[in-house]
């Protein structure tokens, strides 16, 4: 957190800081934002005892959840970066932890939906109940509007990191590496 306050205040204490600086700031800023939110996951992980890829899995099945669209195996595997074999293993090593259970929740039989269990959400509620409160409290201080032009800048930022993922980096950055991307 004191990388994002630093730049914080760095760009509070320029007062005539020209664009590009602002931009750089901005840039830091996200990248700490990014940085402070592996390490809560990193916590948790060391909280409940598992691998930090394990609780980083964990915290993305109880996202998906707590937005009302669970997530089948081969989706967890892409939000976690994993082939889907790894991510077969890990299943199995959560599901065996007792901290997710497998569901065949649509008319299609071999969908599975993963579920968190009931012993784990309470946990994961007291873990990152006060990260919650503060990160609301700390949004409170800006209009819907300004609400909806952050929604609308951070939507743009993944929308190009995806776009960069899946063509310049898509074979760990050998495209980059070459000179371009490869078809």
């Known amino acids: 957190m004191a990388n994002a306050d630093a730049a914080a205040d760095r760009t ?5 800081d020209d664009d ?3 931009v750089d700031h901005l840039m830091d800023g996200l990248r700490a934002f990014g940085a402070n939110y592996t390490e809560f996951t990193r916590r948790f992980a060391t909280w409940l005892g598992l691998h930090s890829t394990d609780a980083a899995a964990l915290v993305e099945i109880l996202y998906a959840e707590d937005q009302g669209t669970p997530l089948s195996p081969a989706r967890l595997s ?7 074999g790894a991510t077969a293993i890990l299943l199995k090593r959560l599901e065996q932890a007792g901290h997710i259970v ?10 599975v939906t993963l579920r968190s269990s009931p012993d784990i959400r309470p946990r994961a509620e007291a873990f990152f109940g006060p990260y919650a409160e503060r990160m609301a409290e700390a949004m409170s ?3 819907p509007q300004e609400i909806r032009r952050f929604e609308d800048f951070i939507g743009r930022l993944r929308s190009t990191m995806d776009a960069l993922l ?3 980096y898509r074979d760990g950055g050998s ?4 000179g371009g991307p490869t078809a």
């Open 166 to 168: 899946a063509d310049e």
């Open 12 to 16: 509070d204490s320029g007062g005539g």
């Open 102 to 111: 497998r569901t065949r929740e649509s008319t299609d039989r071999r969908v």
């Open 20 to 22: 590009a600086t602002r």
């Open 175 to 178: 495209a980059v590496r070459d």
């Open 141 to 143: 201080a800006y209009s």
């Open 78 to 84: 892409e939000r976690v970066s994993l082939s889907s």
